[in-house]
């Protein structure tokens, strides 16, 4: 089952011949190129001009708009957006910071920030034809060409381009046009021109220049002046010339007749004054001619033309079309940026990128039969050995720019040589060839010239009827073999001729061997397919699994470091490494996506000669450097020909050499010096859908935007050049006074914050790169405003109104207060002067009465009458005492209980004592002190009346939030459960529940009374 399900994971990988490649260059190779078109935001396929800003923003002009390029995304213009016309055909940015375009449709420079209406261009008047070059000489003055005119930009009228004379020698035969200008650092003009090439002196001569032999002036096309002070000149070939000094004569200067050089040779370049060469092809046509001109930082001069790419550099020509992996031939622009990429426009596929990360691809076209190919090693005199996927066995050595087939003669048995991935088919330290197949292990003899292979048969065979996946060669000289039958792991012991087998017995699993690698001290390590190493010396085995680090899944690739290190690939957990691999107990450090990794999935590994890993996966190859952590990332976009990397090898020169699904890549490593993070530039705000005013060409810092209370989302758009190759950009971004903060917001250029609250909100924006370094901020000021409700002029009027409303309440109240006090104090003395003054002279007339009369009868009645006239002159007079307002305390509770108890127990002969706290200033309702004095004054004539108590003690105290009253009598007590026929118990219990008094009655027969009431007290008491 292993052997079938490994067939069905790996079919597409088995390897049919072996390609030769030598490490020196080819030339067949393929640039590394990725190309920018429409769909990308390009503003059209059609280039024609491109320029880089000093923020390091690229300019591309197309014949549909203006496009700009900070390394991801595009940000383009075109008729909509002011320009006179959509054809954009120069581009200058001036030492004043303005960038100044030349339209089908006369010249306009960039707006700092739109205008009414939305245009972000202000036209220059004077012109309004086709613009088709712009330079700035010396002094600042800006020069414009259109059709055969040449045109000075005037500030002192107005600002206006003013046309200048020239009186060049126009031919009746030619059209009139200056196509390009070149400023020069002697404060002269050099024109090239329909009729011819011309230097415009500062004095203001034009001064034609030619070369000896010309018959006729050459149309000129394109213009350069290289770092050498040497004119490079683009007509029907390329004239490169070290000018003369300003000349001090003001007649045409004819040059000496050119060193001719056919194209694609490498020249010895000027160096003095008047000497010249050519570069030219035999074919006269006028599509041969090179359109544009750029110089790199290395001092390679890139020329753009119909028929493809020269790059003429320090030590060799290069040419380069659609063979070596250009989208077109026909090319109209070029520039070499800052960091030595090269972007080439076409004139109907869009924009290249050349990458200048080194790396150079291999394909069919290049003489592979097959481009997927499953490792690459080392041939006998150290050359790179590839090995690929075709339909028949073969392999290929090189010859001259192309490759040379040569069969395999393995027998007529089926197999497929190159089975698995890897650690395959390699030359041994003797130099002869193993190849592995699911038939077995088949050895070739050494041979001094690979082109005999095919004429030579194997000498020997080894495990037949064995699947071999893996093989690897120690220091002894033996052989590690991996397979899927009954051999999971051997090792052919070279010194004996014998075949060992390893398996559970010796500490294993009985699993395929699928990577290895040996330590410093000849320890050989084993990957297996199911996951897990093995470490093996002096024939035992160490096993090493999860548990102890190793990363899960099946191991794909093992290596060892200059510094003795073991990395380990896997296929689940990404990649680990063992400082010390001789330990006793080996110790881990991983590194996975977290950690900058494009895929955990490593399938194959290498280091170059500064020490730094190269680790290949399904999403390319990840470059880490082990003693800083930083990762940088290549993948087809910047030169790798497939982002499936299954092998990898150093050669002896140092280049690294990769495996891929769709060919072999070589990669010329370097002490890379990285550039500093970029700086963020702010070019879009955007509130609730509005956009705002920002700087077209981006700044970094927007002042403070004041904003409405109800603004809930903020977007801000921003860019950051970024145009190194395998760069990985993340942004970050902090709201608030503080940089302490930051948070990740990923790749993207742009933020939203929803549901900012009110108040000032300085929010900053920065780049930071795989290593941690961390670019400029740009920052954003917000103010946004407070709600009505929250303002302060608000607030302090809700809190006036609040204290008015108050104030008028509490008047409100005062003043029913007092018409209440002043209706109880009335009320009161009705009830004393009318209705008690009334009654007691009701009582005493019944009196009078009965004592007149003779009929007991009557004199009964009249008692009776009497009697209850006196009660109701006491009630009147409690009901006065209650409503008086005046009595609304405490301490006049406790005096009218004093004097009323005093009287009542003095009638039946007893003793009543008053215990009080001080009880000034303890208010108490009216209601509530009716209650509590009728309450207490039914107790005190029960304990007296039914109880027949001799000593009554009414105790009073205050508490925090309450008054605590307690009555207690000596009398003959009684049982507060029993029935019975009176209402006063039940009047009472009614009267504090009323208070919301808790009343508590202890009593038993014999032993007296105790009545506890526990009153609450209002808050400001």
Known sequence: MGAVLAKRLNAAFWILMTVVMPSRHLGAERLAVHTYTVAEGLAGDQVTVIVQDRQGFLWIGTRTGLSRFDGVGFRSFDTRDGLPDAGVFAILESSGGDLWIGTGEGLVRMRNERATGGSAFEPVAGLADAVVALAEDREGRLWASSAGSLYLLDPTAGGILVEVETDLPWLPDR?????????????????????????????????????????????????????????????????????????????????????????????????????????????????????????????????????????????????????????????????????????????????????????????????????????????????????TLPPEGTIHIPDGERFLPLGIPLPDLGPLPGWGLNQVTFFDHDGKLWVPTPRGLFRFPRLEDLRDLPRRRHERRFLPDDEIYRIFEDSRGDLWIGGFDETRLARWERATDTIHHYGPEHGIPFQAGTAFAEDASGAVWIGFYTGGLARWLDGGFEFFDQDDGVPRGMVNCLLRDHRGRIWVGAHTDGLAVVDEPTAAVPGWRRFTVSDGLASDGIFSLAEDGYGRIYAGSLKGVDRLDPDTGRVEHFDTSTGLVNNLVVGAVTSPGGDLWFATAGGVNRYLPSDDVHPDPPAVFIDRVTIDGADLTVPLRGVESVPRIALPSRTEIVEIGFAAVDLTPGSHLDFEISVGPGRDTWSPVGTKRFVRLAGLAPGHHNIALRARLPNGAVGPAAFVDLGIAAPLWRRWWFLAAIVAIIAVAGWLIQRLRIQRLKALHRVRSRIAADLHDEMGLSLARVAILADVAGRTTENPTTAGTLEEIGGTARDLVDAASDMAWALDPRHDTVAALAARLRRTAGEVAEGFNAAFELRADPLDGVAMASETRRHLFLVLKEAIRNACRHGRSSRIILSIRRRPSSLAITLQDDGVGFDPDAQSDGQGLASMKRRAIEMGAELNIDSTPGRGSTIHLEIPLPARA
Do not use: C
């Open 175 to 387: 059209g009139r046009a200056i196509a390009v200008l070149a400023a020069d650092n002697e404060g002269g003009l050099w024109l090239g021109s329909s009729v011819g090439l011309f230097r415009r002196l500062p004095d203001g001569t034009v001064v034609p220049h030619k070369f000896d032999g010309d018959d006729r002036p050459q149309r000129i096309y394109a213009l350069l002046l290289d770092a050498a002070d040497r004119v490079w000149v683009t007509g029907r070939a390329v004239t490169v010339f070290k000018p003369e000094p300003t000349p001090g004569s003001r007649t045409p200067v004819t040059l000496p007749r050119p060193r001719r050089y056919p194209f694609g040779a490498h020249p010895a370049l000027p160096t003095d004054s008047g000497v010249a060469i050519r570069l030219e092809t035999d074919d006269e046509s006028t599509n041969n001619v090179v359109f544009d001109l750029d110089q790199g930082p290395d001092g390679a001069v890139w020329m753009a033309s119909h028929w493809g790419l020269s790059i003429v550099g320090v030590d060799r020509t290069t040419t380069h079309g659609r063979r070596t992996g250009l989208v077109s031939n026909h090319l109209s622009a070029v520039l070499v940026d800052e960091t030595g990429n090269a972007w080439i426009g076409t004139d109907a596929h869009g924009l290249m990128r050349i990458n200048s990360t080194g790396f150079t691809s291999y394909t069919e076209d290049d003489g592979l039969i097959d481009r997927r190919v499953a490792s690459v090693t080392l041939g006998p005199s150290g050359e790179v050995v590839a090995v």
